[in-house]
């Protein structure tokens, strides 16, 4: 696997699903036209650390980018 695609909400950014290879929007079938009111895809290299924190970025004028995320005090 070379690609990954990213679906995510057009206004916030926040990421609704990724999946390997490149997709487009017909990966969600008979529902597409509904989806493409709010979601959007970009496809980026595959990067297992990706893959496994997505929920740790968004997407920000069509490219990926990490959440700051602080740690709470008793975790460092």
């Known amino acids: 696997m070379e ?6 909400n057009k206004r916030t950014g926040t990421i609704k699903e990724i999946c390997g290879g490149e997709q487009s929007m017909d990966w969600f079938g008979d529902e597409k036209q509904d ?27 069509g490219e990926l980018k990490m959440v700051e995320t602080s740690i709470p005090e008793k975790y460092i």
């Open 35 to 61: 989806y493409e009111l709010i979601l959007d895809h970009i496809i980026v290299d595959f990067d297992q650390f990706i893959l496994a924190n997505f929920h740790r970025f968004h997407v920000v004028d």
């Open 3 to 8: 690609k990954l695609t990213i679906f995510f």
